[in-house]
């Protein structure tokens, strides 16, 4: 069993920045790949990063705005948003897979998400 905690979200104006965190416990991630989602209400959840060992993998929509990245001795993943819109005003959540997926049913385990709002 992974156990995975999100945090950092907030409120931040547009153009603004922020950075997720994922911790993790019950299992080093080291092995797993690691995804970032996200959900509005009355919307499916949506995929927006993923990283594997090295390889970095992004939704259309934030790809050259936001940043996955891993550290396996904090057993830690984050995602750094820059250039906020307010289209990313959602509820995100970093999950864990042991297979490379952007689907979220790929994906075992959950963080229980951490809310980002951009104000325009």
């Known amino acids: 069993q992974v156990q995975l905690v999100d945090s950092g979200g907030g409120l931040v104006q547009a153009g603004g920045s922020l950075r997720l965190s994922c911790a993790a416990s019950?299992?080093?991630?080291?092995?797993?790949?690691m995804g970032w989602f996200r959900q509005v209400p009355g919307k499916e959840r949506e995929f927006v990063a993923a990283?594997?060992?090295?390889?970095?993998f992004y939704a259309d929509s934030v790809k050259g705005r936001f940043t996955i990245s891993r550290d396996n001795a904090k057993n830690t993943v984050y995602l750094q948003m820059n250039s906020l819109k307010p289209e990313d005003t959602a509820i995100y959540y970093c999950?864990?897979?042991?297979?490379?997926?952007?689907?979220?049913?790929?994906?075992?385990?959950w963080g229980q998400g951490t809310q980002v709002t951009v104000s325009s």
């Open positions: 990283i594997a060992w090295s390889s970095a």
């Open positions: 019950g299992r080093y991630i080291s092995t797993y790949y």
């Open positions: 999950a864990a897979s042991k297979k490379a997926a952007t689907m979220s049913y790929d994906y075992d385990y």
